[in-house]
């Protein structure tokens, strides 16, 4: 082990939380911001805020801009991928009336699905204690979640919506670490939101009408999820793909919903379960066993 290990990993472990916090909020925020905007016009509105970020930044810091026509070409698809597709799904999912119970427990099969993929096309291999802690983590998701699903709400439009986001958020994940594993992310955001607005734009004004309520709330929600979630979660997701496996990685998705959980009792004194409170247990041993890696001795 070199000496920058320690460093890297300690820096990790921050990014890791980081994303895990941030992304369990996203559920929360999101729902705040479609109190005002249907779901295509929210992401717009704030696709459009992203572009308003990152523009400057890019031209201030001179960000390496893709080099070659099929980079330019990778980005894009990725964002797509990651940012139109994945959340026009989930939120439309929950648009629809499903909720985040239910939604939650569907998104979270992605590590499953990262695994199977990993295994079988990207040369990761994984041992069968991690095989059993992507079915542990699973398991704690679906007991955490346990009191809001109600499978009765779900019709084909919105389980369409939902597998729709799970495979783009999927292959998204992926095509990114192995198709720009060298982009600059700064000016990757700039160029993912504009096409995800540019996709997303005509169906907000088609089919939507482009109707907002304007307040306070929606603005906040669409400033966290930009900034916290867009740019700084998604960045970090993607930092932590370059940095380790795929499948180690993605068992982060399954903290989420613990994370949203534990966000609803501290803003809303809406106490978990006893069933939640095992699942939330059950959840945080499956993504050690995923997670957790031996130290290799150092060679002499």
């Given at each position: 082990m070199t000496a920058a290990a320690p460093n890297r990993r300690w820096f990790d472990s921050i990014l890791a939380w980081y994303f895990v916090v941030i992304w369990g909020s996203g559920f929360l925020a999101s729902k705040i911001g479609m109190l005002y905007a249907a779901p295509f016009t929210f992401l717009t509105a704030r696709f459009l805020f992203g572009i308003a970020c990152m523009l400057p930044i890019v031209v201030i810091m001179r960000s390496r801009w893709p080099t070659s026509r099929?980079?330019?070409?990778?980005?894009?698809?990725?964002?797509?991928?990651?940012?139109?597709?994945?959340?026009?799904?989930?939120?439309?999912t929950q648009y629809l009336g499903v909720s985040a119970g239910i939604t939650a427990v569907l998104l979270t099969v992605q590590p499953l699905l990262t695994a199977l993929v990993a295994s079988r096309w990207l040369g990761e291999h994984l041992s069968r204690r991690q095989w059993l802690g992507i079915a542990v983590g699973f398991s704690?998701?679906?007991?955490?979640?346990?009191?809001?699903?109600?499978?009765?709400?779900?019709?084909?439009?919105?389980l369409c919506a939902v597998l729709v986001a799970l495979l783009a958020v999927t292959a998204g994940t992926l095509y990114q670490r192995v198709f720009c594993q060298h982009v600059d992310l700064r000016t990757a955001s700039l160029l993912q939101f504009a096409a995800s607005a540019i996709v997303l734009a005509p169906l907000a004004w088609l089919v939507e009408g482009f109707r907002i309520t304007w307040a306070w709330p929606m603005f906040g929600a669409i400033v966290f999820l930009v900034i916290c979630a867009s740019i700084l979660a998604v960045s970090a997701l993607h930092t932590l793909m370059r940095h380790g496996e795929a499948t180690r990685v993605t068992s982060l998705f399954y903290l989420t919903p613990v994370f949203a959980v534990v966000l609803e009792f501290a803003l809303?004194?809406?106490?978990?379960?006893?069933?939640?409170?095992?699942?939330?247990?059950?959840?945080?041993?499956?993504?050690?066993?995923?997670?957790?890696k031996r130290d290799q001795p150092a060679p002499e």
């Open positions: 099929s980079e330019f070409g990778h980005v894009i698809v990725a964002g797509l991928l990651m940012h139109a597709i994945h959340l026009g799904g989930s939120h439309y704690g998701v679906v007991l955490v979640v346990w009191h809001k699903i109600d499978i009765r709400e779900m019709t084909l439009a919105s809303f004194d809406v106490v978990p379960s006893a069933v939640s409170i095992l699942g939330i247990v059950i959840t945080c041993a499956g993504v050690a066993l995923v997670a957790w």
